[in-house]
Structures are given as C-alpha cells and as structure tokens.
C-alpha cells in the first residue's frame, strides 16, 4: 500500500514537499515514482527512483526543479518541488512497481496511492 501527501497551496516560485509512505514487506525492494494528472489531462510521469544505487528519473518538464529521495528507515519516499509554476498544478500520485528499476512507463507501475492536490497560483 502506498499514502501521498503533502500537497496544498502555493504560489508561483514557491515549494512543496510530496511524501509517499509505504507499506508491506517487499515494498522495500521496488522502485517508487511519482506521477500527476491536470485536469483534462492524461497522467503524466514526473520522477521515479529505483532501489539500490539505481539512477533516479525525472521527466524534463521538471528536471533541476524537483527532487526525489528515499529514506529507507520510515519506508519513504519524498518529492521535493522547488521553483513551481503554474502548470504543476495538477493531483501527484505516488506508485510502485514489482521490480527494483525505475521507469518513466505509468502501465509499468501496478500499485497506486491515492492522489494528493498540488495547487500552484501565478
């Protein structure tokens, strides 16, 4: 199982951090990413980070503006989101898939959290 949160207001140039808390014995050994969907929009991949020592990816869109990190002790995995803009907004999901290798594929990831709103005002 998977809970995101974190998501709220903010303005255009601030932060936010996305937390993505997981559960379960084998939730440790795969890769976790983050996805979101705009209104009227198709959910989009946004960053992911494998398991041991695998290369995080970021979609370019966010690329030098968003970090993703894991903590292993609390079974954690963070979003931070520095620098947003208007066009963030959107509902963040956090997802997981079976395998320790990130991908940017969102039919690649078979568990879902539930969404957490991100909301950025210009």
């Known amino acids: 199982q998977l809970q995101a949160s974190g998501g709220g207001l903010v303005q255009a140039g601030g932060s936010l951090r996305l937390s993505c808390v997981t559960s379960?014995?084998?939730?440790?050994?795969?890769?976790v990413g983050w996805f979101r969907q705009a209104p009227g929009k198709e959910r989009e991949f946004v960053a992911a980070t494998g398991r041991y020592g695998v290369s995080a990816l970021y979609a370019d869109s966010v690329k030098d503006r968003f970090t993703i990190s894991t903590d292993n002790d609390k079974r954690a995995v963070y979003l931070q989101m520095n620098s947003l803009k208007p066009e963030d907004t959107a509902v963040y999901y956090c997802?997981?898939?079976?395998?320790?290798?990130?991908?940017?594929?969102?039919?690649?990831?078979?568990?879902w959290g539930q969404g957490t709103q991100v909301t950025v005002s210009s």
């Open positions: 379960g014995r084998t939730f440790g050994s795969y890769a």
């Open positions: 997802a997981a898939r079976s395998s320790a290798l990130a991908t940017k594929r969102r039919s690649d990831y078979r568990y």
